[in-house]
């Protein structure tokens, strides 16, 4: 995502590089080269010009500190502006019906089925929230039977008449079913419908007028570009959504939808979707989303991910299980499945700050765990509760039942235990500084 506008940007940058000071000679070299890089990224020729010239006009005359570069107080400047581009705030989801209603609207293949599951689940494990999804894709063969398999993937049940055609009375008779069985947010996945298409466009005007949803969003594919952009300016101007939803950010895309879109149709980009996986989403930032683009990383984002995924009971009972040298492979097992929910490696990898420019020409397989769960699953319960039992012949079994060598079993036991021993060092030395600061809090205060 964004990589090839973060190098863009970086070689605009060292224009400035060894200037003394910032002059209208040197930023409009630079601005005519950002402009550059933000349309050959997809951004229209009118939102990037803008931008450059908002840019221009702040970084001119401005006194530039000696402890600051030209070239640095321009990043900045860049940032900010950038940020303000998309939104500049965070903008969250209106939930105060009851039940809430988020209409889910786009075009055929932006991914607002699988969207709405996300969505489904984030709400249910974040915000403690028991929604309903509800099918009103009557068009799509397998659109029901699809939207009830990503329900079951997140555990929210799904409303559907597969025989009945009317969109108005599905979702009214959802709304009947939502009160009565007490959900309190309902999620209505609609048909895929082209703005020319003037018969499916007027069919969700009716589903709008008809249920007055709380939240209508615009799922949008980001790796459509510039075309994105048009096309959410024709749904607007026909439904007047309140947010966009940009899907598949962790592919090949250029990113000009992000940096377009919100000055275009007027309207904040709320999430954004950066995977697969039914936990990879994200609300959108667009302060943090500028610092992505200049190569800045997102450990805030990083932080909120891992916070989301792990249990706070959980954790205490693992440090008490570390603490006491009792970590096995059955909570490896599960420590991986933690990470891996938590998207694609070299996604997250980049919201580190630096690793993104590092990691770009590698290749990080995201099935990187395979071999490890392959060769834990071999083993029985005995031994993944008690590794040091695992003698030559075990080993050699679990090799072969893993298909794997006997030297990448070793290897992981070997990994394995200098891990252990390495979180045991933390937490215990984590436990003896909160004991050191106990005491130093009862200790008399000596005279000064």
Do not use: W
Request: aromatic share 4%; glycine share 6%.
């Amino acid at each position: 995502m964004f990589e090839n506008l973060s190098e863009r940007l970086e070689r605009s940058f060292k224009i400035l590089k060894g200037e003394g000071k910032i002059t209208e000679l040197n930023v409009a070299a630079t601005m005519k080269d950002i402009r550059k890089a933000l349309m050959e990224a997809d951004v229209s020729y009118n939102v990037a010009k803008t931008f450059t010239n908002e840019v221009k006009e702040k970084a001119i005359g401005m006194n530039v500190l000696t402890a600051v570069k030209p070239g640095q107080l321009l990043v900045k400047l860049v940032h900010d502006e950038m940020a303000v581009l998309m939104g500049g705030e965070t903008v969250g989801l209106n939930l105060t019906g009851k039940p809430a209603i988020i209409l889910m609207s786009g075009l055929q293949g932006s991914g607002k089925t699988t969207f709405s599951g996300k969505l489904a689940n984030m709400l249910k494990t974040r915000n403690k929230k028991n929604p309903l999804l509800v099918a009103c894709d009557v068009y799509r063969p397998a659109a029901i039977n699809q939207l009830q398999v990503v329900g079951e993937q997140v555990g929210v049940p799904v409303y559907s008449e597969p025989d009945n055609k009317d969109v108005v009375a599905i979702a009214k008779n959802a709304l009947r079913e939502a009160k009565a069985k007490g959900h309190d947010i309902v999620i209505i996945d609609t048909a895929g419908r082209l703005a020319v298409d003037e018969q499916m466009m007027r069919e969700i005007e009716t589903l709008k007028n008809a249920i007055n949803p709380d939240e209508t969003l615009f799922v949008v594919d980001s790796m459509t570009g510039q075309d994105a952009v048009n096309t959410a300016k024709t749904f607007n101007e026909r439904l007047d959504f309140d947010g966009v939803v940009l899907t598949k950010l962790d592919g090949d895309t250029r990113g000009g939808a992000a940096l377009s879109i919100r000055t275009v149709v007027n309207k904040p980009i709320k999430f954004i979707g950066t995977g697969e996986k039914m936990e990879a989403i994200d609300a959108f930032h667009p302060a943090r989303m500028a610092d992505r683009i200049l190569g800045m990383g997102d450990v805030v984002s990083l932080v909120e991910r891992a916070q989301n995924l792990y249990d706070e009971k959980e954790a205490q009972e693992l440090v008490k299980k570390i603490q006491k040298n009792k970590f096995d492979f059955n909570d490896f097992m599960s420590q991986i499945q933690q990470i891996k929910k938590m998207g694609n490696f070299k996604e997250l990898a980049s919201m580190i700050p630096g690793v993104g420019k590092a990691i770009k020409d590698m290749d990080i397989d995201d099935n990187a765990f395979k071999s490890i769960e392959a060769i834990i699953q071999s083993m029985t319960p005995l031994e993944r509760s008690n590794p040091q039992i695992l003698n030559s012949s075990r080993r050699m079994r679990i090799a072969k039942g893993s298909g794997t060598s006997i030297q990448e079993v070793n290897k992981l036991l070997k990994q394995f235990e200098q891990t252990r021993k390495m979180m045991q060092m933390v937490t215990n030395t984590s436990k003896m500084n909160m004991m050191m600061n106990a005491m130093r809090g009862k200790m008399p205060q000596l005279p000064q």
